[in-house]
């Protein structure tokens, strides 16, 4: 009866620390399963305003924002960015069905239908997809790209320019071209349409 006794509570104790023992594993299995990697924040209807002594030079709206841990920011729908001059007059206006903002490097990124226009100068940009840097106050592509002035219809791959599109350096260009010429004889300016 003695030993029967010593073997209860030897087994009892030993069921109860492979309970324990079991207990922690799967604690620890849960633990690992339940990390989330989506976004931290949705915002509807987005308006971020930049602006310098006062006075708005760009604004961003899009209808839906989603920020992560990381700050990136993701648009899934479209993104409007307005430039305006030193007196708050809109000159410039780029949209894109979507976008997103890459906090490591500063860098908006304008994707799918970019259409980026210029009231002053009347010129327009179509192209995939479009990089801004508000930092350096550039937009760039490195993919297709058509170029419409009053004078010209330019298409290449590669672009650079100002962030308000009214100067820029194309890559791999072909189109038609106007070049302003000084005739020797007369102060008139001669346009020569050229193809290349």
């Not at 604004?59 to 648009?75: G, H, P, R, S």
């Amino acid at each position: 009866m003695i030993y029967t006794a010593k073997y209860i509570i030897e087994f009892s104790c030993f069921l109860i620390i492979a309970f324990f023992l079991t207990s922690c594993e799967e604690k620890r299995k849960v633990e690992v399963l339940t990390k989330y990697n989506g976004p931290l924040m949705s915002t509807e209807n987005l308006n971020v305003i930049y602006s310098d002594s006062g006075r708005v030079k760009v604004k961003l709206t899009t209808a839906q924002q989603l920020k992560f841990q990381n700050e990136d920011e993701v648009y899934p729908k479209a993104v409007y960015i307005t430039f305006y001059d030193k007196n708050g007059v809109e000159y410039s206006s780029l949209r894109g069905d979507s976008g997103r903002y890459e906090k490591s490097n500063g860098l908006y990124k304008v994707m799918g239908n970019v259409f980026f226009f210029n009231r002053l100068q009347r010129q327009s940009l179509i192209t995939d997809l479009l990089n801004w840097s508000p930092l350096r106050k550039k937009v760039y592509t490195d993919q297709k790209f058509t170029i419409k002035t009053p004078k010209e219809e330019l298409h290449g791959i590669g672009m650079d320019s100002d962030q308000d599109f009214t100067h820029y350096t194309m890559r791999k260009t072909k189109g038609t071209f106007a070049v302003d010429s000084l005739n020797s004889q007369t102060d008139d300016i001669a346009t020569d349409t050229t193809t290349y």
